[in-house]
């Protein structure tokens, strides 16, 4: 399968320690995407990387959270001090190059639980 | 300005019928509205997408209609079946550089065999 893929699936984890999630994104594609989604909840925009520059942050990425794509292949996403809030699904999406911009394809997603 | 808003929260239908789930948006500028379909502990898929120059758009028994002076669009399932039972999320982008996604708050779909 050539989807974009997300590790790890599950992260139980206490309050206060670091976590960090990896993404690998369809191959060929340049722009990749974190989201989060809270239960019930639409996915939220966190972050966005163009082959390996981060381009555009959101508020909603606090100074805890940092991410990066080195060589503009696979992405992390790190969390430190974690909090309860931080429970939620990670996202990861990628786009391709030179096909349409709009289409993103979402991996399966890494569930953080924060105990 | 940047919301989605979707309705409704949760929906019933009878196997064979058509369930139809509204979104409304307020930026203008969006020019990009995807449908996605999530089943439980999986990402999202993409489903059916539209532009704002044309009003309906099918694919299989997926159709999206889209009334741009009214700001809104619809993803009506024709035929639902059990399979189809899902949470559906419509969205938002524009050509801003990053056609980053603005996401309504889901459809929960049951479809009852």
């Known amino acids: 399968d050539t989807g974009v893929s997300q590790n790890p699936r599950h992260k139980i984890t206490k309050r206060g320690q670091n976590v960090t999630f990896r993404c690998d994104p369809i191959?060929?594609?340049?722009?990749l995407y974190w989201y989060r989604q809270t239960l019930g909840q639409g996915p939220e925009f966190l972050t966005y990387?163009?082959?390996?520059?981060?381009?555009?942050k959101s508020r909603l990425l606090s100074d805890r959270f940092s991410a990066e794509r080195p060589k503009g292949s696979f992405s992390t996403l790190e969390i430190q001090r974690t909090e309860q809030g931080d429970s939620a699904m990670y996202l990861c999406?990628?786009?391709?190059?030179?096909?349409?911009?709009?289409?993103?394809?979402f991996g399966p997603g890494t569930r953080l639980t924060v105990t | 300005q940047q919301q989605v808003k979707q309705s409704p929260q949760s929906l019933i239908v009878q196997k064979g019928g058509i369930s139809i789930i509204n979104c409304a948006y307020e930026?203008?500028?969006?020019?990009?509205f995807p449908w996605y379909q999530q089943f439980p502990g999986k990402g999202p898929a993409l489903l059916i997408a539209?532009?704002?120059?044309?009003s309906e758009k099918k694919e299989g028994r997926f159709t999206i209609s889209f009334n741009k002076s009214a700001k809104q669009f619809s993803l009506h399932i024709m035929d639902s079946q059990p399979g189809d039972s899902a949470t559906y999320f419509c969205?938002?982008?524009?050509?801003?550089?990053?056609?980053?996604?603005?996401f309504g708050t889901g459809t929960r779909l049951k479809v009852l065999a």
């Open positions: 969205a938002a982008s524009r050509a801003s550089g990053t056609y980053k996604y603005i």
């Open positions: 999406a990628s786009s391709p190059r030179g096909g349409s911009p709009y289409e993103q394809y």
């Open positions: 930026n203008t500028a969006f020019d990009y």
């Open positions: 990387f163009q082959n390996e520059a981060q381009l555009e």
């Open positions: 191959s060929e594609h340049n722009r």
């Open positions: 539209i532009r704002p120059d044309v």
